[in-house]
């Protein structure tokens, strides 16, 4: 077995791997060159707490702690999310699911639709050397595109190569003590998914300690061959 299925529907494709392991990152390469919608659900709930919905001010406080948001609310924010018509071109799932009730909840809801997972794509990286990633990392505020003070600084100080706004930003849970505990949280209710997709036959694995180049050419490489 090749690990990947050949999708006869829009493709879904999962991202795993630790925090810090370059998941946004990647899930952007793959949204630019294959026209995979990236769904972030970090993202998505941390536009929840900006706009101050129920579901944020609920997601808030366990985000801040490095803790993970309730299956309840993640579920029905990709659901929804899922559901709007961008998502027929194809999807990449960037930090879902994380817990096992997530897995099956987007088993179920794949198969509402007629679809299923093509692959779950495991970014492997040494978690040691998260802290110091995470720690380090910064994005524009205005495009997404992300940063790091030792990996990838912007060529002007201060000012997007892809944008050129002046908007950088650091998350607030990218700091040492909360970036510990994200790291329990993935060893204790997301790693067991790796075994959840290996038992499917569509876990791949990619060494993500690599440059993100070399990761780049092994992740396009992996999807085209899923895609073809
Ligand atoms: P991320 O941007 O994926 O690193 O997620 C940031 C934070 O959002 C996490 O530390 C969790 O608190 C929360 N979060 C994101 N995705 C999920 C999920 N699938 N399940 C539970 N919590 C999540």
Do not use: W
């Amino acid at each position: 077995m090749d690990g990947a299925r050949k999708p006869q529907t829009p493709p879904v494709l999962i991202l795993l791997g630790p925090p810090g392991a370059g998941k946004g990152t990647q899930a952007r390469m793959l949204e630019d060159q294959f026209g995979l919608v990236q769904l972030s659900t970090g993202d998505l709930l941390r536009a929840a707490v900006a706009f101050g919905s129920k579901a944020g001010k609920a997601a808030k406080t366990v985000m801040e702690a490095g803790d993970l948001v309730s299956d309840d609310i993640v579920i029905a924010i990709l659901r929804d999310r899922l559901a709007a018509p961008d998502c027929a071109k194809g999807v990449i799932l960037d930090g879902f699911p994380r817990t096992t009730a997530q897995a099956e909840a987007l088993d179920q809801m794949l198969g509402e639709t007629g679809q299923q997972i093509n692959a779950a794509i495991l970014l492997e990286v040494d978690d040691v050397k998260m802290v110091v990633r995470i720690a380090g990392r910064f994005t524009c505020g205005a495009c997404g595109e992300g940063y790091h003070d030792e990996f990838k600084q912007p060529k002007t100080a201060g000012i997007c190569d892809n944008c050129g706004a002046e908007q950088m930003t650091r998350r607030a849970d990218d700091n040492a003590k909360t970036v510990m505990s994200r790291l329990d949280a993935y060893h204790e209710q997301t790693a067991p998914l790796i075994t959840y997709y290996d038992d499917k036959g569509v876990l791949r694995r990619v060494d993500a300690m690599k440059d993100i180049a070399t990761i780049q050419n092994a992740l396009a490489t992996l999807t085209e061959n899923i895609m073809a």
